[in-house]
Nanobody
Framework: QVRLVESGGGSVQPGGSLRLSCAGS?????????MGWFRQAPGKEREGVAI???????YYADSVKGRFSISQDNAKTTVTLQMNSLQVEDTARYYC??????????????????WGKGTLVTISS
């Protein structure tokens, strides 16, 4: 059993910043794994935002490159997403996800095995 719990969502104005965290617990595989963030806006499909692999590789959606930064703790069970220069288009529910495989790009949603319940991020003026 793997549990992912997100925190840090909220509401900010355009140009602001938010920091999301995802704490993993349970049977977190100690080998190759990818953890990261997906988001889903109302009426849109879920999309990958940022992923970090257990070897430290990071992968970002084009829409967030240069604005978002993903990191993980030394135990590789907690991932953090620093979101800067937020735009109205970033408004969505953000989900933490994990898969115990090596990744070299952002996996698709069906490829992720474990999901958190999500945290809401709202950007508005």
């Amino acid at each position: 059993q793997v549990r992912l719990v997100e925190s840090g969502g909220g509401s900010v104005q355009p140009g602001g910043s938010l920091r999301l965290s995802c704490a993993g617990s349970g049977h977190i595989y100690r080998g190759s794994k990818c953890m990261g963030w997906f988001r889903q806006a109302p009426g849109k499909e879920r999309e990958g935002v940022a992923i970090i692999s257990s070897d430290g590789g990071t992968y970002y959606a084009d829409s967030v490159k240069g604005r978002f930064s993903i990191s993980q703790d030394n135990a590789k069970t907690t991932v953090t997403l620093q979101m800067n220069s937020l735009q109205v288009e970033d408004t969505a529910r953000y989900y933490c996800a994990a898969v115990f495989l090596r990744c070299v790009s952002i996996p698709t949603s069906p490829e992720m095995d474990y999901w958190g319940k999500g945290t809401l991020v709202t950007i508005s003026s």
